[in-house]
């Protein structure tokens, strides 16, 4: 089971954005993504960044909230993609947590 939320952090030059998956097992960020822009891109390229360490995740439970990057039809086909299934939560109650 994964565990994925978007974090925003001011900079002197603006906001960022990071997307974060952890592995409940292991407790690891297994992928990431950092942006200036909260788009469905943002949460994509974390679970391919996650992906791509891990190999075959086929059957994985990635959780997550309801934020609109992670209903977004990218996102979903993204995971239909791997093979995974995706959970959520309610809106702002992610576990992904430090």
Known sequence: MWLAD????RTGEGKL??????DVFSNRIVGYSISDRMKSRLAVN????????R?????CILHTDRGSQ???RKFVCA?????MV??????????LTG
């Open 86 to 95: 995706g959970s959520m939560g309610k809106v702002g109650a992610s576990l």
């Open 79 to 83: 995971l239909n993609h791997h093979g």
């Open 6 to 9: 978007i974090t925003e952090h």
């Open 55 to 59: 190999g075959d995740v086929a059957g």
């Open 46 to 53: 974390a679970l391919n960044s996650a992906v791509a360490r």
């Open 70 to 72: 992670f209903r977004s």
């Open 17 to 22: 954005y990071r997307c974060a998956i952890k």
